[in-house]
């Protein structure tokens, strides 16, 4: 089975731009989860995405956004871009049963300059 | 937002040597996941943990689930140069929302 696949690698913006981030889970995984990391808070949940709809929601402010579509991919999207959202943004999947087991892409390092 | 206490931040050890890191919480978890990361990559799944108790392992590595369903550790036997990357445990309250601990850097000395 191919794994999580997250596109682009790396991505340099300018301050005040808008940036899309994609990610396609792992074959026959429904669901996906979307996190930032940064040096200095960590891992930090945004969202997730079940059967196209938001599930879950962390607390990030509204200029950070998703969806899903019908073939489980999903998108992330951030706007008006500020140099504290450099860091890097990490796709997860799992098939959202009872028992959580999620898997990780390689992230999207975004720039923001 | 919330996050694990995982310990210690970081550990230099020499190769061979027996490692062991844990994370704890105020807040009770249905589900532990231990991974590694290496750098510039995504985190890597290493074990996962659904019963209070439960203790699995996998190759080298062992995991427990804390009775209290507030903790877990990982024990690394036998270290070897590839083992180096930095650990992160994560707690699923079940809604497929993971928390996750602050990092264990290993480092190890051949």
């Known amino acids: 089975k191919a794994g999580v696949t997250q596109t682009p690698r790396y991505l340099i913006k300018t301050r005040g731009q808008q940036v899309t981030l994609s990610c396609s889970p792992i074959?026959?995984?429904?669901?996906v989860s979307w996190y930032q990391q940064t040096p200095g808070q960590g891992l930090q949940f945004l969202f997730e995405?079940?059967?196209?709809?938001?599930?879950n929601k962390g607390n990030f402010p509204g200029r950070f956004s998703g969806r899903q579509f019908s073939n489980s991919r999903s998108e992330m999207n951030v706007s008006t871009l500020e140099l504290g959202d450099s860091a890097l943004y990490l796709c997860?999947?799992?098939?959202?049963?009872?028992?959580?087991?999620?898997?990780f892409g390689q992230g999207t390092r975004l720039t923001v300059v | 937002g919330q996050q694990l206490n995982q310990s210690p931040q970081s550990m230099f050890i020499q190769e061979g040597e027996d490692v062991s890191m844990n994370c704890t919480s105020s807040?009770?978890?249905?589900?532990w996941l231990w991974y590694k990361q290496d750098p510039g990559e995504g985190p890597v799944l290493l074990i996962a943990?659904?019963?209070?108790?439960e203790l699995t392992s996998n190759g080298r590595l062992t995991a427990q689930f804390g009775i209290t369903r507030k903790d877990s550790f990982l024990n690394i036997s036998a270290s070897i140069p590839s083992d180096v990357g930095i650990y992160f445990c994560?707690?699923?309250?079940?809604?497929?929302?993971?928390?996750f601990g602050q990092g264990t850097r290993l480092t190890i000395n051949p």
């Open positions: 943990l659904y019963k209070a108790g």
């Open positions: 994560a707690g699923d309250q079940g809604a497929q929302k993971l928390v």
């Open positions: 995405y079940f059967s196209e709809t938001q599930r």
């Open positions: 807040s009770i978890f249905n589900t």
């Open positions: 997860a999947s799992s098939e959202r049963t009872l028992n959580t087991e999620a898997f």
């Open positions: 074959s026959g995984h429904r669901s």
